[in-house]
């Protein structure tokens, strides 16, 4: 069996945010395999299903992010999941938008959903998959740019 986890916060201020791309990334692998995310315990949501002949479960915890680690460690402990078999999903705000990373092992970094699975499952022997949230510079140099020319045309418009 798989514990598939996507990191987000549960509130509704944080859906379509790149916070939650660890939600967003699950709902699409729960979507394009039929399993339906529609079950509670241990203060997430989740659904079980078959991927590829593999028997899933598919976790999205409800308590904010810096917590995560608790569900996956009750997960994992009632499940009898192994390391090996579970793959932790999250933003990284460390890597630019639109690249992946698949790891085996590594630290946290600066991710405190991470921190917390780091430190509830005693070990960082899991995979993770990080999705890179980052803009790039040339966007945030072209935002500054843009604001900076219509506070310019504002001020010469009101003279």
Known sequence: MYLIVGLGNPEEEYSNTRHNVGFDTVNEIAKHNEIEINKTKYNSLYGQGIIKGEKVLILKPQTYMNLSGIAVRNFRDFYKIPGDNIIIIH???????????????????????????????GNKDFYRIRIGVRKSRKTKRFKRFYTRENKKRRKNNNR
């Not at 938008?97 to 917390?116: L, V």
């Open 91 to 121: 933003d990284d705000i460390d890597i630019k938008e639109g690249t992946i990373k698949i790891r085996k092992t590594g630290g946290a970094g600066t991710h405190n959903g991470m921190k917390s699975v780091v430190q509830e499952l």
